[in-house]
């Protein structure tokens, strides 16, 4: 993406129309070209080319691909983006082309209205009835899903592939027609609002498997899966498979009984991104793709418990050379499987690669300490962001790719905590709320299916300390104020449903879902009253109040809100505590049971929300309760902060995440407490999901003892704790600087080194501040 544009006009207006191809009723999967020639006297010194598409493009300029995209978007928003291509103009004949994909079937990452290209270069060329378009002949539909989340599988027939069509080569096509569909036109249609991603080509580093599959063939494409899962592999004969010293290129001979061949590359990372396959083979060979993070058995698992899960695509190729991968969509994998099939002359991989993609974070965060593990889950965490990150946050690379809002109140935060505030976080709440209903509820999901409801309530409730973080750290108070008529929505969306003493029940019918703890050992809160969703009202009553404060924003409301938060605090114990054990018993069901459940994070949200009791303190380290998984340990870690319980803390961190660091893999897995891994989620857990990367914030705040407490950490609090550790340093990242921390065990004490950057100051446990410099100050542990 050289050549994008960060939109200087953001008033700007498309007078070119969306153009697509005519197409039967039901039809879906749909893939096509569009081409258009025009002249020009002279190339003028700058022309900026515009272009949206539903959902997804490739585009070319007189041969040459300039760019793809656009970012995701929702059902109520579009994003286009801006190109600055005149150095690839020419004085005469210009050709644009152009891929354009929809799978017009909803799933979790697109939410497509109707195939479309809208592109305008004003006063030169924009997209009307005067293109040329056709269905791309080369992709086969209709084709089974590669995922429920993440919509259709790649059949490619290379043999009906060409390129001239890049040149303007449009015989027989047809004249495009103009899309006027209601949902399509209904989108707002914006300027891109991320920088590009940053594109790394990698090579795999090992083929960790190889073996001949016998000749044959599924009877379907919807039994490809179970089949590529269940054929017998047996070992590769001396000399079938040839391989330059360098591992660049390998050469599959044919084998007289017509067996095929099975290799498996391992990219030893996690990627989101398009695989690159240059093979030389003969007309009619067939190769079959599985995607994966993992080998089961020693190949890539295409067959799961639940069947919406498959990670399958299959390409037939053409005589001669063929490059195999996707061309717009994405895949994410760390290991790849390919199958050989149906070649009686030897098939030659020129090269094997990938093109990953990320956001362009920076690495301004930074801790290191004396416990080596500790700085290897730093790592993990930063790593397993990076990964989960392309233009929006997203849960994992492999099975979803999805913007799960509820998984944002950690990657907020902690993204903040690695990376410090991006454009990144404006686009996920921009695309999150977007989604508001009239009721005033915020989806989970973004964007979410027509056909879904995963209208999440404790995720509502997040959102109100995810724009809390976002201020803190970024200082961005014009963001926040822009939602704080949305929190108000939702605020009130609660408050129909607290009954006379001001107790809430989450609504019938939506998944009452907080952490996959519960769900992981058969506890569901659906149809449940409970004291988590009333303690998070409480706290987002507050943290309102506060961050309004904070913005200069008047909602009017705030002892109104005040008066509800006494209210509702107030009915928490009468409702939920158990007088035999002192600790808050939630109803809940298991199976068919109606029971209760005492949980570490009921009684973290609780603290958090001001219900201080002794007895919830110790909660927290109570290993009889019911621990959460990865992800909202968040709030546990939190409240373990605030009231002097670090050190169990840091052994919680070490017990858990340790446990992942020594597993060598270079990401977290979406669950690690109570099921590990693939073992999760039926055996589709995934190996890399920044819900789990809570240790970052806990290292900055828990142990370098930093926490902001003026917005863009105009002011922050300096309590460091070194625990049992000996030494620990790391940077902060402000919109003014990075804050830079040194610790030391200095007797019973801590000599830390603070260097504050210009515009902010530090306030020390006894009160005192210290401004902008280096100082160099004893101080207690905080714990």
Same mark, same amino acid.
């Given at each position: 993406?050289?050549? +994008?544009?960060?939109?200087?006009?953001?008033?700007?207006?498309?007078?070119a129309?969306?153009i697509?191809?005519?197409?039967?009723?039901?039809?879906? /999967?749909?893939?096509?070209?569009?081409?258009?020639?025009?002249?020009?006297?002279?190339?003028?010194?700058?022309?900026?080319?515009?272009i949206a598409?539903? !959902?997804?493009?490739v585009?070319?300029?007189?041969?040459?691909?300039v760019?793809?995209?656009?970012?995701?978007?929702?059902a109520k928003?579009?994003?286009?983006?801006t190109?600055?291509?005149?150095?690839?103009?020419?004085?005469?004949?210009?050709?644009?082309?152009?891929?354009?994909y929809? *799978?017009?079937?909803e799933?979790?990452?697109?939410?497509? $209205?109707a195939?479309a290209?809208?592109?305008?270069?004003?006063?030169?060329?924009?997209t009307?009835p005067?293109?040329k378009?056709?269905?791309a002949?080369e992709w086969?539909?209709?084709v089974?899903?590669?995922?429920?989340q !993440?919509?259709?599988?790649?059949?490619?027939?290379?043999?009906?592939?060409?390129?001239?069509?890049?040149?303007?080569?449009?015989?027989?096509?047809?004249?495009?027609?103009?899309? !006027? %569909?209601?949902?399509?036109?209904?989108?707002?249609?914006?300027?891109? /609002?991320v920088?590009?991603?940053?594109?790394?080509? +990698?090579?795999?580093?090992?083929?960790?498997?190889?073996?001949?599959?016998?000749?044959?063939?599924?009877?379907?494409l919807d039994?490809?899966?179970v089949?590529?899962?269940?054929?017998?592999?047996?070992?590769?004969? *001396?000399?079938?498979l040839?391989?330059?010293?360098?591992?660049g290129?390998y050469?599959?001979?044919?084998?007289?009984?017509?067996?095929?061949?099975?290799?498996?590359?391992?990219f030893?990372?996690?990627?989101?991104?398009?695989l @690159?396959?240059?093979?030389?083979?003969?007309?009619?060979?067939?190769?079959? &793709?599985?995607y994966?993070?993992?080998l089961?058995?020693?190949?890539?698992?295409s067959?799961?418990v639940?069947?919406?899960?498959?990670?399958?695509?299959?390409?037939?190729? @053409?005589?001669?050379?063929?490059?195999?991968?996707?061309?717009?969509?994405?895949r994410?994998?760390?290991?790849?499987q390919?199958?050989?099939?149906?070649?009686?002359?030897?098939v030659?991989?020129?090269?094997?690669?990938?093109t990953?993609?990320?956001?362009?974070?920076?690495?301004?965060?930074?801790?290191?300490?004396?416990?080596?593990?500790l700085?290897?889950i730093?790592?993990?965490?930063?790593e397993t962001?990076?990964s989960?990150t392309?233009?929006?946050?997203?849960?994992?690379?492999?099975?979803e790719?999805a913007?799960?809002? /509820?998984d944002?109140?950690?990657?907020?935060?902690?993204?903040?905590a690695?990376?410090?505030?991006?454009?990144?976080?404006?686009?996920?709440?921009?695309?999150?709320?977007?989604?508001?209903?009239?009721?005033?509820?915020?989806?989970?999901?973004?964007?979410?299916?027509?056909?879904?409801?995963?209208?999440?309530?404790?995720?509502?409730?997040? +959102?109100?300390?995810?724009?809390?973080?976002?201020?803190?750290?970024?200082? %961005?108070?014009?963001?926040?104020?822009r939602?704080?008529?949305?929190?108000?929505?939702? &605020?009130?969306?609660?408050?129909?449903?607290?009954? $006379?003493g001001?107790l809430?029940?989450? *609504?019938?019918?939506?998944?009452n879902f907080?952490?996959?703890?519960?769900?992981?050992?058969?506890?569901?809160?659906s149809n449940?009253?409970?004291?988590?969703?009333?303690s998070?009202?409480?706290?987002?009553?507050?943290?309102?109040?506060?961050?309004a404060e904070?913005?200069?924003?008047?909602?009017?409301?705030?002892?109104?809100?005040?008066?509800?938060?006494?209210r509702?605090?107030?009915a928490?114990?009468?409702?939920f505590?158990?007088?035999?054990?002192?600790?808050?018993?939630?109803?809940?069901?298991?199976?068919?049971?109606?029971?209760?459940?005492?949980s570490?994070?009921?009684?973290?949200?609780?603290?958090?929300?001001?219900?201080?009791r002794?007895?919830?303190?110790?909660?927290?380290t109570?290993?009889?309760?019911?621990?959460?998984?990865?992800?909202?340990?968040?709030y546990v870690?939190r409240?373990?902060?605030?009231?002097? @319980?670090r050190? $169990?803390?840091?052994?919680? &961190?070490?017990?858990?995440?340790?446990?992942?660091a020594r597993?060598?893999?270079?990401?977290?897995y979406?669950a690690?407490v109570?099921?590990i891994?693939?073992?999760?989620?039926?055996?589709?857990?995934?190996?890399?999901?920044g819900?789990?990367t809570?240790p970052?914030e806990?290292l900055?705040?828990?142990?370098?003892?930093v926490?902001?407490?003026?917005?863009g950490?105009?002011?922050?609090?300096?309590?460091? $704790?070194?625990l049992?550790?000996?030494?620990?340093?790391?940077?902060?990242?402000?919109?003014?600087g990075?804050?830079a921390v040194?610790?030391?065990r200095?007797?019973?004490?801590?000599?830390?080194?603070?260097?504050?950057?210009?515009?902010?100051?530090a306030?020390l446990?006894?009160?005192?501040?210290?401004?902008?410099?280096?100082?160099?100050?004893?101080?207690?542990?905080a714990?």
């Amino acid at each position: 993406m050289d050549h +994008l544009v960060m939109e200087p006009v953001a008033g700007f207006r498309f007078q070119a129309d969306w153009i697509g191809p005519e197409l039967e009723p039901g039809y879906e /999967n749909c893939y096509f070209q569009a081409v258009r020639e025009f002249e020009l006297d002279e190339v003028p010194e700058s022309a900026l080319l515009r272009i949206a598409a539903d !959902t997804s493009y490739v585009l070319w300029l007189n041969g040459l691909k300039v760019a793809s995209g656009p970012v995701r978007g929702t059902a109520k928003l579009c994003y286009f983006d801006t190109l600055e291509v005149a150095p690839l103009l020419r004085p005469g004949r210009n050709v644009i082309a152009a891929l354009v994909y929809s *799978p017009v079937r909803e799933n979790f990452i697109v939410a497509p $209205a109707a195939p479309a290209l809208r592109l305008e270069i004003p006063g030169v060329v924009g997209t009307g009835p005067d293109w040329k378009l056709r269905l791309a002949p080369e992709w086969k539909t209709p084709v089974p899903l590669f995922s429920l989340q !993440t919509g259709f599988m790649v059949h490619r027939d290379l043999r009906l592939a060409s390129d001239e069509w890049k040149n303007g080569v449009t015989e027989g096509w047809k004249n495009a027609a103009v899309v !006027t %569909d209601e949902k399509l036109c209904g989108k707002e249609l914006k300027p891109r /609002n991320v920088p590009a991603l940053v594109e790394t080509f +990698l090579r795999p580093t090992d083929l960790l498997n190889c073996a001949a599959v016998a000749p044959g063939d599924a009877p379907s494409l919807d039994e490809l899966p179970v089949y590529l899962n269940r054929e017998p592999w047996e070992p590769l004969p *001396p000399g079938r498979l040839q391989q330059e010293a360098d591992g660049g290129m390998y050469r599959i001979m044919p084998d007289p009984a017509g067996k095929g061949a099975a290799l498996v590359f391992d990219f030893d990372r996690e990627l989101i991104g398009r695989l @690159r396959v240059v093979a030389e083979a003969p007309a009619g060979t067939v190769v079959d &793709i599985v995607y994966g993070e993992e080998l089961d058995e020693g190949r890539v698992q295409s067959e799961f418990v639940r069947p919406i899960y498959r990670f399958t695509d299959r390409y037939i190729l @053409r005589e001669g050379e063929n490059e195999i991968g996707t061309v717009i969509l994405e895949r994410g994998f760390k290991v790849v499987q390919l199958v050989f099939r149906n070649f009686g002359r030897p098939v030659c991989i020129r090269s094997v690669g990938a093109t990953g993609m990320r956001y362009p974070y920076v690495h301004r965060g930074r801790f290191h300490s004396s416990d080596a593990e500790l700085n290897r889950i730093w790592e993990m965490c930063v790593e397993t962001l990076e990964s989960c990150t392309t233009d929006i946050f997203m849960d994992c690379p492999w099975r979803e790719r999805a913007f799960w809002v /509820n998984d944002l109140v950690v990657e907020n935060r902690t993204t903040l905590a690695a990376f410090g505030s991006s454009a990144i976080h404006r686009r996920a709440f921009e695309l999150a709320f977007s989604q508001q209903t009239p009721e005033g509820w915020v989806p989970g999901l973004c964007p979410q299916p027509e056909n879904e409801n995963f209208m999440l309530p404790a995720t509502n409730l997040f +959102l109100m300390t995810m724009l809390y973080d976002y201020l803190m750290a970024s200082g %961005d108070g014009g963001t926040v104020r822009r939602y704080l008529p949305c929190m108000e929505r939702i &605020i009130e969306a609660f408050e129909r449903l607290a009954d $006379a003493g001001g107790l809430i029940s989450a *609504p019938k019918g939506y998944w009452n879902f907080f952490d996959w703890g519960f769900e992981l050992n058969d506890y569901c809160f659906s149809n449940c009253r409970e004291s988590m969703i009333n303690s998070l009202y409480v706290s987002a009553l507050q943290c309102f109040n506060e961050t309004a404060e904070l913005v200069g924003y008047d909602s009017g409301k705030r002892q109104e809100y005040e008066r509800r938060q006494r209210r509702t605090a107030a009915a928490i114990e009468p409702a939920f505590l158990s007088p035999a054990t002192g600790y808050l018993a939630d109803p809940v069901k298991r199976g068919d049971e109606d029971t209760t459940v005492s949980s570490q994070l009921a009684h973290a949200l609780a603290l958090l929300a001001g219900l201080e009791r002794e007895r919830f303190v110790a909660a927290l380290t109570d290993e009889t309760l019911l621990e959460p998984e990865f992800y909202l340990h968040f709030y546990v870690f939190r409240a373990m902060i605030r009231h002097g @319980r670090r050190q $169990a803390g840091l052994e919680r &961190i070490r017990r858990h995440w340790g446990r992942m660091a020594r597993t060598g893999f270079p990401t977290l897995y979406e669950a690690g407490v109570y099921q590990i891994g693939r073992a999760s989620q039926n055996r589709s857990g995934s190996l890399c999901h920044g819900f789990g990367t809570s240790p970052l914030e806990f290292l900055q705040t828990g142990i370098l003892g930093v926490t902001a407490v003026a917005p863009g950490f105009a002011e922050f609090s300096f309590r460091p $704790a070194l625990l049992d550790l000996t030494f620990a340093e790391g940077r902060i990242p402000t919109p003014r600087g990075n804050i830079a921390v040194r610790l030391e065990r200095s007797g019973q004490g801590i000599e830390a080194e603070l260097r504050i950057p210009e515009g902010c100051s530090a306030v020390l446990p006894d009160g005192s501040k210290l401004e902008t410099g280096t100082h160099l100050v004893q101080l207690e542990d905080a714990e």
